[in-house]
């Protein structure tokens, strides 16, 4: 009898070391809904366009899983020296191992980069090479000596497939609209109570009123002058959040040059000067709003571009969700309802692996029990 070919898992320094169609073939398989953080073509701008490097504290470590020489898995991996553009905040478990006399950075991360957006990460079509790829991962992390292995913003099947296999299963909370079967915005405005059908309506009004125009530019549409002022609204938003704007330039080039047609710019003009803009991604079935900005205040805007024009896309097109990014208490009084998203944790140092563990599954009671509360919340009508 000739044993079964052993499993190898090794580490890439670029994704491009790995391939396009290799990678895609893994990512977004023929049947499953399109995700488009996890295409090659988004990956490699983010390398490519020097976002995702080295330098910036992301160091591509991509992972393969290969059995008899066939490709079987693939991980999105970076080495990080910081936890900054990842949106699931650990500065608790540095601060912790600090005081404890470890070494937190470097760490490994299973993400997109500067993406909070819920995906697949372990890149297999079977469970059980699932599970190799989360076990080598780990292992991969001891090799390193680095603090632990980590994945960001996981499919709840990966979430329990890495706790059962020993990994510190995380909950976060963000808000997503899911359609209903509302068919159109009156058919979603039915949905809600009075007052809260009252208030959105008034705020909607309030910019239908003034002087601006609301386009929707996706495709070969996307222009120049279109990527120019969203640079602008990009790097004014990311100063005042981040210290300094994650993506450079030349990565809005190549996601308009590469991604075009998963590309939506939702712009406000007034003449044809863009005051303030809202890019978004477009999957399978689901719209990912990203980043927004403007060049002067306008009442009700922001939620205008990221919220209600993205709800009026989305059922236009027969999309099923709309994912707004992270945080955001305010987007449920705006029909975006409270969902958890997942990370995972492997801890290097069995001590700093038990105390991390004990302290997610304290915290995890706590964000199920606010994402419950807020969940009584949201402005649909209660039904009998």
Same mark, same amino acid.
């Given at each position: 009898?000739?044993?079964?070919?052993? @499993? %190898?898992?090794?580490?890439?320094?670029?994704?491009?070391?790995?391939?396009?169609? $290799?990678? $895609?073939?893994?990512?977004?398989?023929?049947?499953?809904?399109?995700? !488009?953080?996890?295409?090659?073509?988004?990956?490699? +701008?983010?390398?490519?366009?020097?976002? @995702?490097?080295?330098? %910036?504290?992301?160091?591509?470590?991509?992972? &393969?899983?290969?059995?008899?020489?066939?490709?079987?898995?693939?991980? !999105?991996?970076?080495?990080?020296?910081?936890?900054? *553009?990842?949106?699931?905040?650990?500065?608790?478990?540095?601060?912790?191992?600090?005081?404890?006399?470890?070494?937190?950075?470097?760490?490994?991360?299973?993400?997109? !980069?500067?993406?909070?957006?819920?995906?697949?990460?372990?890149?297999?079509?079977?469970?059980?090479?699932?599970?190799?790829? /989360?076990?080598?991962?780990?292992?991969?992390?001891?090799?390193?000596?680095?603090?632990?292995?980590?994945?960001?913003?996981?499919?709840?099947?990966?979430?329990?497939?890495?706790?059962?296999?020993?990994?510190?299963?995380?909950?976060?909370?963000?808000?997503?609209?899911?359609?209903?079967?509302?068919?159109?915005?009156?058919?979603?405005?039915?949905? /809600?109570?009075?007052?809260?059908?009252?208030?959105?309506?008034?705020?909607?009004?309030?910019?239908?009123?003034?002087?601006? &125009?609301?386009?929707?530019?996706?495709?070969?549409?996307?222009?120049?002058?279109?990527?120019?002022?969203?640079?602008?609204?990009?790097? $004014?938003?990311?100063?005042?959040?981040?210290?300094?704007?994650?993506?450079?330039?030349?990565?809005?080039?190549?996601?308009?040059?590469?991604?075009?047609?998963?590309?939506?710019?939702?712009?406000?003009?007034?003449?044809?000067?863009? +005051?303030?803009? @809202?890019?978004?991604?477009?999957?399978?079935?689901?719209?990912?709003?990203?980043?927004?900005?403007?060049?002067?205040?306008?009442?009700?805007?922001?939620?205008?571009?990221?919220?209600?024009?993205?709800?009026?896309?989305?059922?236009?097109?027969?999309?099923?969700? +709309?994912?707004?990014?992270?945080?955001?208490?305010?987007?449920?009084?705006? *029909?975006?309802?409270?969902?958890?998203?997942?990370? +995972?944790?492997?801890?290097?140092?069995?001590?700093?692996?038990?105390?991390?563990?004990?302290?997610?599954?304290?915290?995890?009671?706590?964000?199920?029990?606010?994402?419950?509360?807020?969940?009584?919340? %949201?402005?649909?009508?209660?039904?009998?």
């Amino acid at each position: 009898m000739t044993d079964a070919p052993a @499993a %190898t898992i090794e580490t890439h320094a670029s994704i491009a070391e790995i391939g396009r169609k $290799d990678w $895609d073939q893994l990512a977004n398989p023929e049947g499953e809904p399109y995700n !488009p953080f996890i295409a090659f073509d988004f990956l490699d +701008v983010m390398e490519r366009s020097g976002s @995702a490097r080295a330098e %910036t504290g992301w160091q591509p470590a991509h992972l &393969t899983l290969k059995t008899g020489g066939e490709l079987r898995g693939v991980m !999105p991996a970076y080495l990080k020296g910081h936890s900054q *553009g990842e949106y699931l905040f650990d500065h608790a478990f540095a601060d912790a191992w600090a005081r404890a006399g470890g070494r937190y950075y470097p760490k490994l991360l299973s993400a997109v !980069p500067f993406t909070p957006a819920t995906g697949r990460r372990v890149l297999a079509p079977s469970t059980e090479d699932r599970r190799l790829l /989360l076990a080598g991962y780990a292992q991969l992390a001891e090799r390193m000596g680095v603090s632990g292995a980590n994945i960001n913003f996981l499919s709840e099947e990966e979430g329990a497939l890495a706790e059962s296999l020993g990994y510190a299963l995380r909950f976060g909370e963000q808000f997503h609209f899911e359609d209903e079967g509302f068919g159109d915005w009156e058919g979603f405005l039915a949905a /809600l109570s009075s007052r809260k059908r009252k208030d959105l309506r008034k705020e909607r009004a309030s910019v239908a009123e003034s002087d601006l &125009t609301i386009e929707w530019i996706t495709g070969s549409d996307i222009e120049e002058r279109h990527l120019d002022a969203f640079w602008w609204f990009y790097q $004014d938003t990311g100063a005042r959040k981040w210290g300094s704007p994650y993506l450079t330039r030349s990565a809005f080039e190549m996601l308009a040059e590469r991604l075009a047609d998963r590309l939506l710019f939702i712009l406000a003009r007034r003449g044809e000067e863009y +005051v303030a803009g @809202a890019m978004n991604m477009i999957g399978g079935d689901t719209l990912y709003g990203r980043y927004w900005g403007c060049t002067e205040h306008i009442p009700f805007l922001h939620f205008e571009l990221c919220y209600y024009q993205a709800i009026d896309y989305a059922l236009a097109h027969g999309l099923t969700r +709309v994912e707004a990014g992270a945080q955001g208490e305010h987007k449920v009084a705006r *029909g975006y309802k409270p969902v958890a998203v997942r990370s +995972v944790h492997k801890m290097t140092d069995p001590r700093f692996h038990e105390a991390v563990a004990d302290y997610v599954e304290r915290e995890r009671e706590a964000v199920g029990q606010e994402i419950a509360f807020m969940a009584e919340h %949201t402005p649909f009508r209660k039904t009998p």
